[in-house]
């Protein structure tokens, strides 16, 4: 019989950002604004609220995305526990779904370079928010894609943190909206049907059970309902 104890992880996005208009979020490198420090700061109670009335005790290691914006937020939060920023690991398993060469252009210019290639043309309706679209460039992702690859990650941590824990851990991924949202298909705890109507409040934690059976669910915090389910992005 299976005597691992039970695991949470804590999916949280990272905090709001100096994001250029029009510009997807994917890897853009640009850090926190001050209201973003300011919410990363302000999450380290919220998240050690949720983490206690759980019986769970946080692990020393936060992992996060590679990304600036991602490393700040675990940081940010680290500090404000009290925490040695030292076990901030940042991994680029955990970055937002990447759009290979045409990283960091406008929507409006992705679309321009692909209407002048004669090997695609016009993009589809709705290409930025596709769950299973991928640009047709080198190095691109599907958002299903990233989220398999954060799922997987995360996964992968878990199941470590499981086989050495003697009791109740929690373990806290810092990362992006559209990936772990994907991610959560992945691991079977959301509806890819759904996916469109939700998004993630900036560092607000969601909390997910790793049962000892491997299995996931969704187990506190809540998804940020979108006024329109238009965007698919960070």
């Known amino acids: 019989m299976n005597t691992s104890p039970t695991t949470y992880a804590v999916f949280m996005r990272h905090g709001d950002y100096a994001q250029p208009p029009g510009v997807p979020s994917a890897w853009l490198p640009h850090p926190l604004t001050d209201k973003g420090r300011e919410q990363a700061s302000a999450a380290a109670d919220k998240l050690r609220e949720l983490v206690a009335a759980h019986g769970a005790e946080l692990c020393p290691r936060v992992h996060c995305s590679s990304l600036l914006r991602a490393v700040e937020t675990a940081r940010g939060v680290m500090s404000a526990l009290g925490r040695d920023v030292g076990g901030v690991v940042e991994t680029p398993d955990l970055m937002e779904r990447g759009l290979g060469s045409l990283a960091n252009l406008s929507v409006s210019e992705i679309e321009a370079v692909a209407r ?119």
Not at 179 to 194: N, S
């Open 116 to 234: 002048r290639d004669p090997r695609v043309g016009e993009l589809p309706t709705g290409w930025k928010s596709a769950s299973r679209f991928r640009l047709p460039y080198a190095g691109a992702e599907s958002l299903l894609e990233a989220g398999a690859r954060v799922a997987a990650y995360a996964d992968g941590v878990m199941r470590a943190v499981a086989a050495s824990a003697d009791r109740t851990h929690a373990v806290l991924f810092v990362g992006h909206g559209a990936a772990f949202r994907h991610a959560a298909v992945a691991l079977g705890v959301l509806e890819l049907g759904r996916v469109p109507e939700l998004s993630m409040h900036h560092c607000e934690p969601i909390l997910f059970e790793r049962r000892p059976d491997a299995r996931w669910r969704h187990a506190a915090g809540t998804w940020k309902v979108r006024a329109e389910s238009s965007g698919g992005g960070d």
